[in-house]
Each structure stands twice: as C-alpha cells, then as structure tokens.
C-alpha cells in the first residue's frame, strides 16, 4: 500500500499559493483551484477527515454522485481495490479507515482549535499540537518509515495562517487570534474586543498588501521544506497538499477568514500524486 502524506497549508488562498511559484510542491502535480466546504479551520478539517477533498464546484451533477467519487478516490491514494463509500460508514471517519486498512495514523496540528482535546483527534494513533506556530520543520523530523506499516500522515502547517510571519513578533496583536495560544483560557475574547487589535484601527491598504506577500513568503519557506521532506518518503508516498480555507486581504472590505462569505475565503490550492523524482 502506498503511505500518505495530506498537508493542509492554514488559511491558504490560491493566489497566493501560485504567487510563490513553488518549484517542490508542483513535483508532485500541477496546481488546481478548487473549493473548501468551509471558511474557517475546525469545520473544514472535520470535512477532510470525513475523507472529502476540497471540491471543484461541478455543475449539472447530484452532490451524492461527487462524494461517492471522492471515496472512490481513496483506492488510487492507497493502493486498496474497490474502496467505496459503505467501506466509510457508519463512522464516516478517514482515519477510522485507514487504522482498519493497517496504518498507522499520524496527525501534527498547529491551531489551538484542532488540539488533541477536540473530535478532529479521535481515531489517530498518534497526534499532537506542535509547541511552535511555525514548526513544519519539526513535523517533517517526526516523519520516518520503518518496517512494513504504511503511514497516514496528516499535518496541519502554521506558516501560512496570521500572522504569516515566520517569527510571529511584528504585527499588530489581534485579540484572540493572534499565533498560536496554548491555554485558551487566557484567551477568551471579551464582549467589545473581537476584530480589534493593538493600534485599534482596521488594518489599512498598505497593510492589507503586506500581510498578502508575507503569506507569499510563509508559502515559498514551506515549499523549500518540502524538498527536504521528498527525500526522506519512499517512492511509493502518496502527497496531498491543499488549504482548509483562504483568506481575505482588503477585498470588498473583508480581512482574514471565517464568518465571511465571499469566494477568497474557499478558494484553495490543490496538488495531488506519487513522488515524482
């Protein structure tokens, strides 16, 4: 069976994905525009781990008949015949299946909302909230192949999510959100806060721009990794890379994610495939 590598690059938008030009990621395949079933983290991933994919918005088709499509999907990913959708339920749980095909599952988050306390845990063999907001580096140490289990590896990266910034100290504090928070407690927005940062002022367009390239950059740093990562997977690796979501940066008034509706915040990129040396 082939092992499987999914990264969810947080808060991700297409652009800004194909602004970075990535010369590792697009190894594996060429780059898609495609569409979250959500604008924020915790609603997105829950849908992934169902097994669904960031969608394409086909027109004239039944939604059934595309989710019965995306379960097929999962006997090319491992090299299991005949996968369907009754191999998913009643748990309609992706690592529920892949511990029963004979993985094992291995799952590194870097937001607070995905911790190992929260459902999107459950069924993982082995699963934990990085100590760093931008530690793609260790998550990529914590990947090894030994003996003949195959390996689900499913890794939430931070880079890409606010601040964007690979040292995180350089923006403005927004309340709530800003880097990753390890007691949440600590953190309960408080009624008359939430939206409202340090300077107490909405972001102007100047940096609106700013924050856009400074995910360029997260997005170009990551792909660099991800060279490092091909080399430690044997041939026989099945890559998925994609975003939960994308993100606003000054359009139509909007900044960031999430009680946002507007086509930015589902548009991800989506790469998928065998190692391609």
């Known amino acids: 069976m ?3 590598i ?24 060429g780059i898609e525009k495609r569409y979250s079933y959500a604008s924020w983290t ?13 969608h394409t918005s086909p027109v004239g088709v039944f939604a059934s008949t595309v989710y019965q499509g995306e379960f097929k999907k999962w006997s090319e990913r491992t090299g299991v015949k005949d996968l369907t959708f009754k191999d998913f339920v009643p748990q309609l749980s992706l690592v529920k299946r892949m511990n029963d095909l004979g993985y094992k599952t291995v799952g590194r ?44 590896y499913f890794l939430n990266l931070g880079e890409t999510h606010y601040p964007y910034m690979l040292k995180d100290d350089a923006l403005p504090h927004i309340s709530g959100v800003h880097g990753v928070f390890k007691h949440l407690d600590d953190f309960v927005i408080h009624e008359g806060d939430a939206g409202k940062y340090d300077a107490g002022n909405f972001f102007t367009h100047p940096e609106m721009q700013r924050l856009r390239e400074q995910q360029i950059t ?31 940066f000054g359009e139509d008034g909007y900044f960031g994610h999430g009680p946002i509706m507007h086509e930015k915040t589902f548009e991800v990129p989506f790469i998928e495939g065998l190692i391609q040396r």
């Open 2 to 4: 082939n092992h499987i």
């Open 109 to 152: 988050v870097s937001l607070p909302v995905l911790n190992p306390t929260t459902a999107i845990a459950r069924y993982f063999d082995d699963y934990k909230l990085m100590e760093n907001h931008n530690d793609f580096k260790g998550m990529i140490d914590d990947i090894e192949f030994s003996g003949e289990q195959p390996r689900f």
């Open 42 to 54: 915790a609603p997105s991933h829950y849908a992934y781990l169902m097994g669904m994919m960031p």
């Open 218 to 248: 997260t997005v170009k740093y990551c792909d660099q990794l991800f060279g490092e990562l091909i080399k430690k997977c044997p041939e026989n690796t099945w890559f998925i890379i994609t975003a939960d979501h994308g993100e606003l």
């Open 6 to 29: 999914w990264m969810i690059l947080d808060s991700c938008r297409y652009d800004a994905f194909v602004a970075a030009e990535p010369q590792n990621f697009t190894k594996i395949g």
